[in-house]
């Protein structure tokens, strides 16, 4: 199998994982991976339901967006992948979804304040929100660069739209779009008791550490 086969393999399975968790709606949101040492990434198609996903309906693109390897068209929101992958060099997978009560704060173009241990480890703050752009060209990839540089987060709230999550390769930008739907539907149901209580910046300091640099295997 080569390297583009295997990346095609596991971002297809990943988008079983935005459903899993019920970060999408019919055909909505996707999981895009750069293909190490290439500019490409693979992408997923546009408008096609999710169990109907194969590795090879799995699209590949250059870093300008164009079309390179694949029978479908790619997802509509492949100029803002491809804009960040030119631009963040660093990041290896992004995602899209629609999930609905992060996608509320987006719509208030509110961010998410960091109130919780659970945000301290992932976000390392609160998750910022990133400026109005339309859908069809890098405008919304540029606002996802300019929020998230120089940004602990990996998620961005871009406003009236929905959330956009970067890692280091497409698993990571998974967990972190899981995990911002998680913590958004927290601080909802706090908001609707009280008011949250925001965690010291010193502390949010020594818990991101510890999750990044000590937690796990």
Known sequence: MTTIDALRRA??????????????????????GRVPGEDLFVIKPSGVSYENLTPESMVVCDLDGKLVDGEFSPSSDTDAHAYVYR???????????????????????????????????????????GPFALIGDESIGRGIVETLTGHRSPAVLMQNHGVFTIGKDARAAVKAAVMCEDVART????????????????DIDRLYHRYQNVYGQ
């Open 11 to 32: 971002v297809c399975d990943l988008h079983a994982e935005l459903t899993r968790n019920h970060l999408v709606t019919w055909t909505s949101g996707n999981v895009s």
């Open 187 to 202: 601080v909802h149901i706090t908001r609707q008791l009280g008011a949250p209580v925001p965690i010291p910046a010193e």
């Open 87 to 129: 631009n963040m060099p660093e990041v290896g997978g992004q995602v899209h979804t629609h999930s609905t009560y992060a996608t509320a704060w987006a719509a208030r173009a509110e961010p998410i304040p960091c109130v919780l241990t659970a945000m301290a480890d992932e976000f390392g703050g609160e998750i910022p929100v």
